[in-house]
């Protein structure tokens, strides 16, 4: 059955867990939301919406570890509030088990913005945007977490989305305004860090996000923001 339903705040990001519930990032609610369906009708709550006292920035995107009940997100706010000038942006993680919101990087970024999973989940990426590189952090079981550098661009604006195929090759989204470009870059990286090969897509230079499909593996469903546009980008070919 299809539900359709609306936060009335600004969705930026949207995960089930195995039981069939999702989880929200929304970014005008400066919060994590949870929706759950019976019999057709939809309830919302908040799950998240601040760190020790202090309001989050605004939840940008997520990735759910579901071997271990743990939903990682960003907190980077709208374009301008964590910047190289303001690096205030946060990596956080929930444990969905007991409902607890623990630190993985906390006010240090410059908008953080796309997060994945390697296909063992033991290492989380995600997209420092403003400071046009991807950054490796390494998972521990005991809950620590040591990050490192693991691939830094040059020459467009910056990273705003992964996805990590079943190889856990790296699709980098490289977002650049449009006012300076017209070309849409899509970086492929390997787990050493070493770039395979770039897609190009004209017209489409403001790249915000990107999925695998669950169902086939050689698409990959991608967002525009220029032109508010769902693309479909076959890839089997240039893995």
């Keep these: 059955m299809n539900v359709k339903y609306s936060t009335g705040g600004q969705p930026t990001s949207l995960v089930f867990d195995t039981e069939g519930s999702a989880f929200i ?27 020790d006292g ?48 623990k630190p993985v990087i906390v006010g240090k970024l410059a908008h953080p913005s796309g997060i994945a999973l390697s296909p063992d989940e033991k290492v989380l990426y995600t997209a420092e ?40 090759n790296l699709y980098c ?25 770039n897609l190009s897509i004209t017209g489409c230079s403001e790249l915000t996000g990107l999925y695998f499909s669950k169902t086939q593996e050689d698409i990959l469903y991608a967002t525009e923001s220029s032109t508010n546009s769902l693309l479909k980008i076959l890839v089997g070919s240039s893995q």
């Design 25 to 51: 990032a929304d970014m005008g609610y400066q919060s994590i939301l949870s929706a759950t369906s019976t019999d057709g009708k939809v309830e919302i709550s908040s799950v998240i919406k601040d760190y």
């Design 129 to 168: 945007t403003y400071k046009n590189r991807i950054l490796k952090t390494v998972i521990h079981s005991e809950g620590v977490y040591y990050t490192s550098v693991f691939y830094q661009f040059a020459g467009r604006f910056g990273p705003t989305s992964i996805a990590v195929d079943p190889s856990g």
């Design 54 to 101: 202090t309001p989050l920035n605004g939840p940008n995107s997520m990735i759910l570890s579901e071997n271990n009940s743990l939903l990682f997100f960003t907190d980077s706010g709208p374009m301008g509030e964590s910047t190289i000038d303001n690096p205030n942006g946060s990596v956080f993680v929930i444990d969905l088990a007991v409902s607890m919101l």
């Design 173 to 197: 989204a490289r977002f650049d305004f449009t006012d300076v470009s017209d070309e849409g870059i899509i970086t492929i990286i390997n787990a050493k860090g070493e770039v395979e090969n």
